[in-house]
């Protein structure tokens, strides 16, 4: 099985502690020579300028191909653009562009009064720029805010026609889920790459968690699977999260998936451990990163 190519996606730092664990993610990561990294927003957009800057940081430190995520959320259009071209300035020409999700305490997603009404034509505003790889969210379980998940297939094809170039998915835990996806996809003529979004379990409580709040579906036999592996208290947790990431990666690539992306949250040793028992690996030395 030949190795697949990867990405990883990292969350800009709150304060000088997080700092320090994002450098040192980069460091263990960076070896595995990813064909780009991503750095997200908060809620809200509550992180604008923290990811500006860990993007600029990375972008002239790491060597890295650097993504940034860019959202609609309480912006203007000329604000959301500007910000753009900032990043087009600084030599980062790769963008993750979401609606994003609405501020803690919202109903829901409500458009600035001058801003993006939604994520499509954010994506034509960029692409009417020429200067972007844009990638875009895709969901191949039902979105919690879509009616169902015809609903969301046909909204990653608007994405895609309004000048998206790839689509990075939600996470989900069977291959089978990404599978019935990628074929509802094909079938609705969405051709561009999609790439299925990885979450290696770092804490199964917090996954569950997150996985409720994006409309992850949660098989009762993983389930099962961590109660046990939390009750053994001997470290079999970590042991069984490479072993069932590693098992749905090979699964996914062995029908032909050729890119993976992990959604790291900054703690790169699960992410670390699962490419390289997927054969990715490098030789390369770690790089100092500033």
Same mark, same amino acid.
């Given at each position: ?160 026609? !309004? $000048?998206? *170039? +790839?689509? =990075? ?6 291959? &089978?889920?990404?599978?019935?996806? /990628?074929?509802?996809?094909?079938? !609705? $003529?969405? *051709? +561009?790459? =999609? ?6 379990? &770092?804490?199964?409580?917090?996954? /569950? ?5 994006? $409309? ?75």
């Amino acid at each position: 099985m030949t190795p697949p190519s990867v990405s990883f996606e990292f969350f800009p730092p709150r304060s000088l502690d997080a700092s320090f664990r994002l450098w040192e993610t980069v460091q263990v990561l960076s070896p595995l020579e990813p064909d780009f990294v991503s750095v997200t927003y908060g809620a809200g957009g509550t992180t604008r300028e923290l990811t500006r800057d860990a993007v600029a940081t990375l972008h002239k430190t790491s060597g890295l191909n650097v993504a940034a995520h860019l959202t609609c959320v309480d912006a203007s259009r000329d604000e959301t653009l500007a910000i753009a071209d900032g990043f087009a300035r600084a030599g980062v020409r790769e963008i993750v562009a979401l609606r994003g999700d609405p501020p803690k305490g919202a109903a829901g997603f409500v458009p600035h009064p001058e801003g993006f009404a939604d994520s499509c034509e954010l994506i034509s505003a960029l692409a009417a720029r020429g200067d972007f790889t844009i990638r875009v969210g895709a969901y191949p379980e039902k979105h919690p805010e879509a009616a169902d998940t015809q609903a969301d297939i046909d909204w990653l094809k608007c994405k895609i026609d !309004a $000048g998206a *170039d +790839a689509a =990075i998915t939600q996470f989900f835990f069977e291959a &089978e889920t990404f599978f019935r996806f /990628r074929d509802a996809c094909v079938k !609705a $003529g969405i *051709d +561009a790459p =999609i790439l299925p979004g990885i979450l290696p379990i &770092e804490n199964w409580a917090g996954a /569950r968690r997150f996985a409720r709040a994006c $409309g992850t579906h949660i098989p009762a036999w993983l389930d099962r699977a961590f109660h046990k592996a939390e009750q053994a208290e001997d470290g079999r947790e970590d042991l069984l999260a490479v072993a069932l990431a590693t098992e749905l990666c090979s699964d996914l690539v062995e029908d032909g998936v050729e890119h993976l992306h992990f959604y790291t949250l900054n703690r790169p040793d699960l992410t670390r451990d699962i490419c390289h028992a997927l054969g990715r690996r490098s030789s390369l030395p770690l790089r100092e990163v500033a």
